[in-house]
């Protein structure tokens, strides 16, 4: 089946202790994607990837870091989190083709006390 | 800078009145232009997309350069509409997306 799978679903974790949200893709997807989703602001995109070793950042890029190693997979490192992190994230994938739609991920919740 | 504007955060009508979810954009280049729907804070799925021109669960979209909107409508809305509508823009060359904040639609039996 053709998914985007994020793991841990939901993670507790504290201040300043290094932390890794992993994200797979399996339909050979060049572009991957973070998110995080805060009520009343939406979606805000942290960091992209348009291919291998290729990563740039999005609106909301402080806090965070990436990698796209391998084509299948974009892990989000957050090396200090803090409490203002709190929030649930998506990964997302898509073709890079005009018209192809993203790809989302099951979600990751995390809480930073 | 690229923008989405959806500038009703709640939108609730009665079942089977027509619904018109709105998005504003602002975009220099040719966006890529896309509706999602989130049920009670699961994934995002693509509802439509203005490439394609379709028609998913009766929900359509046209997307109109001159006025810069993307509105998203149902003739009748059904209680199972009930939902978080996102309207997200594709930027060209660089692939940023941008999202709006989101419309909760409540469909009122």
């Known amino acids: 089946e053709a998914q985007v799978t994020q793991n841990p679903r939901y993670l507790i974790t504290v201040t300043g202790k290094k932390l890794t949200v992993t994200c797979s893709q399996n339909?050979?997807?060049?572009?991957m994607s973070w998110y995080r989703q805060d009520p009343g602001l939406g979606l805000r995109q942290i960091y992209y990837?348009?291919?291998?070793?290729?990563?740039d950042k999005g609106d909301v890029p402080e806090g965070y870091k990436v990698s796209r190693k391998e084509k299948r997979n974009f892990p989000l490192i957050l090396e200090s989190p803090s409490p203002n992190q709190t929030s649930l994230y998506f990964c997302?994938?898509?073709?890079?083709?005009?018209?192809?739609?993203?790809?989302f991920g099951n979600g990751t919740r995390l809480t930073v006390t | 800078a690229q923008r989405v504007t959806q500038p009703e955060k709640l939108l609730s009508v009665f079942k089977g009145a027509p619904v018109e979810l709105k998005c504003n954009y602002s975009?220099?280049?040719?966006?890529?232009l896309f509706w999602y729907v989130q049920y009670s804070r699961q994934r995002l799925q693509l509802l439509l997309r203005h490439i394609s021109r379709e028609s998913i669960k009766g929900f359509t979209a046209d997307l109109n350069k001159g006025e810069t909107s993307f509105h998203l409508k149902k003739p009748f809305a059904q209680e199972e509409d009930s939902a978080m509508y996102y309207c997200a823009l594709f930027s060209g060359g660089y692939q940023k997306v941008t999202f709006g904040i989101g419309t909760k639609l409540q469909v009122i039996p």
């Open positions: 339909m050979n997807h060049e572009y």
């Open positions: 975009y220099s280049g040719s966006p890529e």
């Open positions: 997302a994938s898509r073709l890079q083709e005009l018209g192809s739609p993203l790809h």
């Open positions: 990837s348009m291919n291998v070793e290729v990563t």
